[in-house]
């Protein structure tokens, strides 16, 4: 079964690339734009430490280490499961969906697989970038378990990512479209991008246990971090990663059987 999914997968990944190729101007623009929109984040956060030494004591560039993992993480998001911010209106209102469930494959893994945003490759160079620059001036000792820990936690930020949209765009069979539910929802992730300790408990526990963004940049920093204080909690990210994607998964199985075609 996993075979076949792969092979499938594989299939869709190279038609993909067939029409990246044959609009290769559009590729380059998406890509650019995001290199753009991501670079002037960072840029941002250089003009702020041009006037501070410190963020309750974590310094520029282990804040630049906070952005990378959060910019890798959501470019795994962005590059293989963009495709689920248009379930809604691509899917539900218009009745495609019906197309999806008369087929003998996995619906989920259907929607997933019918884009592939290669906007997300320009979010996933500046993430390479950023985390080049930032490891280059931190004190951190890149042993084996070290890169192969870093890998990890990227991979769970991205997939907590997955897990939490999934989530809300899920609601989409009961309200025909949560887009705006999902983007409100998004946006919050762009708090954890900056240590948790620099807000107060309340939010800082909604981001951890009811929305756990906090897994996907700041706690997994944390590990390398010597002074952060929060390294179990970046131990628990992938079992975050693994309870999220479950969770979702069961909330999109409900959806999927309440989900009325457009026909009936």
């Known amino acids: 079964m996993l075979k076949r999914y792969i092979r499938l997968y594989l299939v869709y990944f190279k038609n993909h690339l067939k029409v990246m190729m044959e609009y290769r101007g559009d590729f380059l623009i998406g890509m650019s734009s995001v290199l753009i ?3 002037t984040s960072v840029f ?13 004591g974590w310094s520029f560039y282990e804040i630049l280490f906070i952005y990378a993992i959060a910019m890798l993480g959501r470019s795994i998001h962005h590059i293989f499961f963009d495709n689920l911010w248009t379930l809604g209106w691509q899917y539900v209102k218009n009745g495609n969906f019906d197309r999806i469930l008369i087929r003998p494959l996995n619906p989920l893994f259907q929607v997933c697989a019918e884009r592939l945003q290669q906007d997300g490759i320009g979010q996933l160079l500046i993430g390479l970038i950023v985390l080049f620059t930032a490891t280059s001036n931190l004190d951190i000792i890149w042993s084996l378990s070290n890169i192969v820990m870093l890998l990890v936690l990227i991979i769970s930020s991205g997939f907590i990512f997955v897990s939490v949209n999934l989530f809300f765009i899920t609601l989409s069979f009961w309200m025909v479209d949560s887009l705006p539910i999902v983007w409100a929802i998004f946006n919050l992730s762009e708090f954890t991008r900056y240590p948790l300790t620099i807000y107060n408990k309340g939010i800082a526990f909604i981001l951890t246990w009811l929305i756990p963004y906090g897994f996907t940049a700041f706690y997994p920093a944390s590990y ?3 002074h952060s204080g929060y390294r179990v ?3 628990w990210t992938p079992v975050v990663a693994i309870v999220s994607c479950m969770i979702s998964y069961k909330f ?3 959806g999927v059987k309440a989900f009325t075609s457009t026909g009936s």
């Open 37 to 39: 929109q991501q670079f």
């Open 44 to 56: 941002f956060v250089g003009v702020v430490f041009q006037h501070i030494e410190e963020i309750n």
């Open 224 to 226: 390398f971090i010597e």
């Open 233 to 235: 909690f970046a131990l």
């Open 252 to 254: 999109w199985t409900l």
